[in-house]
């Protein structure tokens, strides 16, 4: 029996939601929550009729719940439920299952212990062992109702038709990457390595743009550039706005229908918004208010060396209790940055990574982070795992190692390539993927192909060429 401790708010918001929609869930949630424990009201009405309607038909009431309150919605409640319902069908697409139905096995967990601690501490007061023993084992009794033992194979073969081996995988706006499927997913950690100062933080305001895009919820942890400079180059990203007026140049790769690279496009680009220009101001906010996922964005700036991973777990719970926000993925720029034991930095740094994963599954959520190379790396031809800075078990501890390597001259010309080093979710890697980019209107990408025998060639028509720079890098 549980105590009569109240659920918080947004749990309870996303049980009901579990209770009117889940298949899977439904059932679950009538059978480990009694209606007392729902603070509201008309939560506890709704509730109410809900578990009536899945006593008798056996699955939630879905697109019927309004049924159930024709008389009410007709009534001076109205406003009341159809505001409530309104909600329960917008929550429908976010609700973030697992995560919730973990939430509440250890709210379940917490409340059965109590409940069999105070009896059995009574039951000793009593000299009564065995009723005490009883009450504690009726406790760790109730706890496995919520326990599943894993998935079988039969289980295996229906969510591999399904296509729910992994699920919300977020898009990279890459083509040839995205037809992989690597980008971020839950329960996943995706890691980019770049050397310093070369492009980490715009790879991940693109991965954010792209869940937002996707509507996914995305909470943005930035370590080293502040909550405004990641919100301004969000709003370059999302709408190719310029940060200062200026003349600007793009590269456009042209590829055959093989998608082999033909050649090299330069575009002129006039006519774009700036942030220097005030004018543009109610243009761009015009363009942000048209936007679905406007509100699935938080930027939360934490001082470097500051942030561990415990305390980024009590912020997802506090923003969670807090603005009943609870996100899809979590990006990190960038995890070097957070607290770490400076005597012994390697080791509690392979740690860390470790533990954001753990986090990831914990939660239910993508981890999205970048990472330096080595100073060896940063001068490579090419950046592969081989040159992940300190320490390597961050290559072991990823799901997805994409790395960046931009020349001088390729940075002169807005192209650089990504390397899929590793993946253990995808069916490829070990490929190149070339891109052109744009940072002063905040895109970094604008076209991509697969990397061709024939780049080299091409780039040394457009100038020096990239021999000529690697001879120089030798010399």
Request: with cysteine; glycine share 6%; charged share 25%.
């Amino acid at each position: 029996m549980l105590t009569t401790d109240r659920l918080s708010v947004s749990l309870q918001e996303n049980l009901l939601v579990l209770l009117v929609f889940s298949d899977k869930a439904a059932s679950l949630v009538r059978n480990s929550i009694p209606l007392p424990l729902y603070s509201s009201q008309i939560y506890r009405e709704v509730v109410s009729r809900v578990y009536d309607y899945l006593d008798q038909y056996k699955k939630p009431p879905a697109d019927h719940l309004p049924d159930l309150f024709d008389d009410e919605l007709k009534s001076d409640k109205a406003n009341q439920y159809g505001e409530l319902f309104e909600a329960l069908y917008a929550q429908k697409s976010k609700v973030n299952e697992d995560y919730i139905l973990g939430q509440l096995e250890a709210f379940v967990r917490q409340q059965t212990l109590k409940s069999s601690i105070i009896s059995a501490s009574e039951a000793i007061q009593e000299g009564d062992l065995d009723r005490a023993e009883e009450q504690l084992h009726a406790g760790l009794k109730t706890r496995l109702s919520l326990f599943t033992p894993g998935t079988t194979l039969a289980d295996g073969v229906r969510l591999a038709y399904a296509h729910q081996v992994r699920k919300d995988v977020a898009p990279t706006g890459i083509k040839e990457l995205d037809d992989w499927g690597l980008g971020p997913a839950r329960g996943e950690l995706h890691l980019f390595i770049a050397k310093p100062k070369a492009g980490k933080t715009w790879w991940l305001v693109n991965v954010t743009k792209m869940c937002l895009l996707s509507r996914l919820r995305v909470v943005y942890i930035t370590l080293e550039i502040n909550e405004a400079q990641i919100a301004q180059r969000m709003i370059q990203s999302l709408f190719s706005v310029l940060r200062r007026k200026a003349k600007i140049s793009v590269t456009r790769l042209r590829s055959d229908g093989l998608g082999r690279l033909l050649h090299f496009d330069k575009e002129q680009l006039s006519g774009r918004l700036s942030l220097d220009d005030i004018t543009s101001r109610p243009l761009v906010e015009k363009k942000l208010g048209r936007l679905h996922g406007r509100e699935n964005l938080i930027i939360k700036a934490f001082p470097t060396s500051a942030l561990s991973v415990l305390a980024l777990r009590a912020y997802l719970d506090m923003l969670e209790r807090v603005s009943g926000f609870i996100p899809d993925m979590v990006v990190v720029d960038y995890p070097d940055l957070m607290k770490v034991d400076s005597k012994n930095y390697r080791i509690d740094l392979g740690s860390l990574y470790r533990d954001l994963r753990g986090l990831a599954v914990e939660r239910n959520v993508g981890v999205v982070c970048a990472s330096q190379s080595t100073r060896i790396g940063a001068s490579a031809k090419l950046i592969t795992d081989i040159h992940a800075g300190e320490d390597f078990s961050k290559i072991a501890t990823a799901d997805t190692v994409l790395t960046y390597t931009q020349t001088v001259h390729e940075r002169e010309m807005g192209l650089a390539r990504i390397f899929v080093s590793n993946s253990r979710v995808a069916d490829k890697d070990r490929f190149i993927v070339l891109i052109s980019q744009s940072y002063p209107v905040g895109q970094f990408v604008l076209s991509s192909c697969l990397m061709s025998e024939n780049y080299i060639g091409l780039l040394e028509q457009s100038g020096s060429g990239l021999r000529e720079e690697e001879e120089d890098d030798e010399t």
